[in-house]
């Protein structure tokens, strides 16, 4: 019976670090969707391509649920008409296909704003704001009623998953959004700049880190109900 309940403490940790993952990512979407006041009109391009992808309006963002899991994940973002003067990030819409972000006096575009976009493939900008990662980093980009328009993000790679002059020797190269690249190491490498050869100690790495993580996550949540508690 204590083997049994021994192989049940790794399995309830990991349910429980999936439900604090799950929160953290719901709320964070919850954020960029309220960036704006208003919600995305069907006639819009945003809302067209939600239309058509079966998709869920909440607020400015067109949500869907994913293939592989029962959350929903942002694959629209309509921020147009929202006054901005500075996009520095979008955390939680990672996700998304297309973006709108025409018709705000955007002065500055953070360099990094996008990093990690892998799926955008559709972008709506002022007339005199650049695309993304430079012209070069998109199939076709054109100035259109107005708008500048980025669409078909390029793979900054040589080719994904190979090994690319841009990524150290040992690793390989793979997108992460327009203009950038991350490199992993390849199989049987680790370590600084892939150096270290033979099998990662991921349980002797992570498994100290993923408890930890776990208890800081239970403090919060006792924490939390205490004060709604004395309320």
């Not at 704006?36 to 998709?55: D, E, K, R």
């Not at 150290?168 to 690249?181: D, V």
């Amino acid at each position: 019976m204590k083997a049994g309940r021994s192989q049940l403490k790794p399995v309830l940790l990991f349910v429980i670090f999936n439900l604090c993952f799950y929160a953290s990512y719901q709320l964070t979407d919850l954020k960029v969707c309220e960036l704006c006041s208003g919600t995305i009109l069907n006639g819009t391009t945003v809302g067209q391509f939600c239309s058509s992808s079966a998709g869920r309006i909440d607020g400015r963002c067109c949500l869907r649920n994913s293939n592989t899991s029962d959350y929903e994940h942002i694959i629209g973002l309509d921020l147009s008409n929202c006054s901005l003067t500075h996009v520095e990030e979008l955390q939680g819409a990672s996700t998304a296909l297309m973006i709108d972000l025409s018709l705000n006096p955007i002065a500055n575009i953070s360099g990094t704003a996008f990093q990690g976009f892998i799926e955008l493939n559709y972008m709506i900008l002022p007339r005199d704001i650049v695309c993304p990662g430079g012209n070069t980093s998109w199939e076709k980009v054109e100035v259109k009623e107005g708008n500048r328009l980025c669409e078909g993000q390029k793979d900054t790679c040589n080719q994904t998953g190979q090994l690319s002059i841009n990524c150290p020797e040992n690793s390989l190269c793979a997108p992460y959004g327009p203009g950038f690249f991350e490199c992993s190491c390849a199989e049987n490498y680790h370590g600084y700049k892939c150096l270290r050869e033979g099998e990662f100690p991921a349980l002797q790495v992570f498994g100290p880190l993923g408890a930890s993580m776990v208890v800081i996550s239970l403090l919060l949540w006792v924490t939390q109900r205490r004060k709604a508690k004395s309320l």
